[in-house]
């Protein structure tokens, strides 16, 4: 058997000497490598399992068993196929991965696992309590964006976000895949669109259309007042992103100006916005 001479995959010593002792002890392999078998050369490569090999071959084993591939593989493929079976595996729950441990009372058994140093000390931080209900039905939902779209969608959650209260939740909730789904639905049926990418730019441009509902999320209309503190995003105030140039220049020379007379900070310069306030409540007072 060939083993690779450029392995991305390593194991540290301590972990490679686990390996040895538990292959002696078992006196074969519980895992199988993969193999692919070069007719033309007459060479059998290991495309995945190299440490196992070696330390097979340490632990003194005449023999192993293999999953052997016997159909030519390009360069390309035996590459995706290495780098696949390294970086292609499944996590373990940490609850779960406490409750089994827990179980193994011999020390023999526990060293037997190989699970290191720092992975022991997460599970001594570990609640099982606080996780139980760690495996919860889900469903994933994979948005993709072309660069445009991309920078529409960033701006419309950031305004979105930006606008949430202090109850921040980082998790949809599962009832809130399928109005997902129905909105995108009734987009793709109200232009005849085929495309969920277009249907989804439907609902963005519609989203910012109604820029302003979501100064719902910091202001009271009764009372014309702020409902949280924090900061507002401007869309949600003048209910677009961008204003005329000419009416941003005019604005901006204000706010220059009163930075240079003194009558707002250098550094918040956006107080001038209350300076004018307070000058229109004042002129409508009197």
Aim: proline content about 4%; charged content about 25%; overall charge negative.
């Amino acid at each position: 058997m060939t083993l690779l001479d450029v392995n991305a995959r390593y194991l540290p010593h301590e972990q490679f000497r686990q390996l040895v002792a538990n292959i002696h002890r078992d006196g074969c392999l519980t895992s199988t490598p993969l193999v692919w078998n070069d007719v033309e050369s007459g060479r059998r490569i290991v495309l995945s399992g190299n440490h196992r090999t070696m330390a097979a071959i340490e632990a003194g084993l005449e023999r192993i068993g293999w999953l052997e591939i016997t159909e030519p593989l390009p360069r390309q493929r035996q590459i995706a196929l290495q780098l696949s079976h390294n970086a292609i595996a499944g996590q373990d729950d940490p609850a779960i991965l406490k409750e089994l441990y827990d179980e193994l009372e011999s020390v023999e058994w526990r060293q037997y696992t190989g699970l290191d140093d720092k992975t022991l000390e997460l599970l001594e931080q570990v609640d099982v309590a606080s996780l139980g209900e760690a495996n919860l039905d889900f469903a994933s939902v994979q948005l993709m964006f072309l660069p445009d779209e991309l920078e529409r969608a960033e701006a419309a959650f950031d305004a979105a976000r930006t606008t949430a209260t202090a109850d921040q939740r980082w998790v949809a909730g599962l009832e809130q895949y399928e109005p997902v789904l129905d909105a995108l639905e009734t987009s793709r049926a109200a232009y005849k669109i085929g495309n969920s990418a277009t249907a989804l730019g439907v609902i963005l441009a519609v989203f910012e259309r109604h820029l302003s509902e979501l100064a719902e999320g910091w202001f009271d209309p009764t009372s014309g007042e702020a409902t949280r503190s924090g900061a507002a995003p401007l869309e949600t105030v003048f209910g677009v992103r961008e204003i005329p140039v000419e009416t941003a220049a005019a604005m901006r020379g204000v706010l220059d100006r009163m930075v240079r007379d003194g009558t707002v900070p250098t550094d918040e310069p956006w107080r001038g916005l209350e300076v004018m306030i307070e000058h229109v409540l004042a002129s409508g007072a009197s």
